[in-house]
C-alpha cells in the first residue's frame, strides 16, 4: 500500500468476484468507514444499463464503498469526482494530460477511444442514500471488441507503452478520489464542474445525445448544476439528466 493512502480508507484485494460493485452492496451493511475493493478478475462484471463488462486479467477493477448521506442527486454527482479522479491518475502514471479527456456521463477516453468507464450504484432509505458503490474499469492491459456504433475500446499499454499492475494503480487513483471527494465536500459541486469541463470530450461540438426514448442531436455546450448534459439544439437549450452519448 503506497505511503499517500487516504487515511481511513480501507482496501480489500480479491483474487476474483463475481463484481466489485455487488461485493461492495454485501459488505455496506458492515462498514466502518469506507473502503475500496480491488478483484483482479470478475465473472459478472457489469457497466450502464446492465451491459457486460469485459474484465480480463491484468485490467483494473475496483469499487468504492460509502455511506455518503444525503439525496440521491448529490450522491450521483461523485460520478464527476471519480471522472475526475481518473483523470488524474491517468496523467500521474503516464505523464501525458494532452491525451486524456472525459466523455459524459461516465467514461474517460485517452487518443478519442474508450479507457475507462464508471458506474454508481446506491441504496438508499427516506431519501437518504444509505450506501454509494462506485465501480471503476479500466483498460490497463488488454481492450475488449468494440461494440457497433460505440466508442472503441483502446487500453492504457498499447497506446502508451505504460504497463502498471492493478494495485500500483489503484495506490495512485485512491489518493486522487480522496482529495476531489474532499472538495466537493468543502466547496459543493461548482469547482468540480468547472474542472469536469476544462477535461470534457467534444465540448463545443456536435453530438448526439440518445435516451431511452428520443434521440437529440445539438452542440455540447455543458453541464448544469446538477450534472446534466447542456445540448444546445436549434430551438431550445435542453438539459439532459441521463443519455448516452455519441459523437457525430
Keep these: 500500500m503506497s505511503s499517500n493512502w487516504p487515511e481511513g480508507v ?4 480479491l483474487p476474483e468476484i463475481d463484481s ?18 480491488l478483484a483482479h478478475r470478475q465473472t459478472k462484471g457489469r457497466g450502464r444499463r446492465g ?3 469485459s474484465d480480463p486479467v491484468g485490467n483494473f477493477a475496483a469499487s468504492y464503498v460509502s455511506r455518503p ?5 448529490q450522491a450521483a454527482l461523485r460520478s464527476f469526482v471519480a471522472a475526475l479522479a481518473l483523470d488524474e491518475a491517468l496523467v500521474a502514471v503516464t505523464g501525458r494530460p494532452d491525451s486524456f479527456a472525459i466523455k459524459w456521463p461516465n467514461d474517460v477516453l485517452l487518443h478519442g477511444g474508450k479507457l475507462a468507464g464508471i458506474l454508481l450504484e446506491s441504496v438508499g432509505q427516506n431519501a437518504q442514500v444509505t450506501h454509494l458503490a462506485i465501480g471503476i474499469g479500466v483498460n490497463l492491459q488488454h481492450a475488449p471488441e468494440p461494440e457497433e456504433g460505440a466508442v472503441a475500446p483502446v487500453s492504457l499499454m498499447a497506446e502508451t507503452g505504460v504497463q502498471i499492475t492493478p494495485e500500483e494503480f489503484l495506490d495512485v487513483l485512491a489518493p486522487a478520489y480522496a482529495r476531489w471527494d474532499q472538495q466537493l465536500s468543502t466547496f459543493g459541486f461548482g469547482p468540480i464542474r468547472q474542472a469536469w469541463l476544462a477535461r470534457a470530450a467534444r465540448l463545443g461540438q456536435p453530438i448526439i445525445a440518445r435516451t431511452v426514448t428520443q434521440s437529440y442531436e445539438g452542440t455540447f455546450v455543458g453541464i448544469d448544476d446538477s450534472g446534466a448534459l447542456l445540448l444546445q439544439m436549434p430551438q431550445e437549450l435542453r438539459a439532459i439528466p441521463a443519455a448516452e452519448v455519441y459523437f457525430s
Design 10 to 13: 480501507g482496501r480489500v484485494i
Design 20 to 37: 466489485t460493485n455487488a461485493e461492495a452492496a454485501r459488505r455496506a451493511g458492515t462498514l466502518s468507514g469506507p473502503v475500496w475493493i
Design 51 to 53: 451491459r457486460a463488462w
Design 69 to 73: 448521506g444525503g439525496p440521491p442527486d
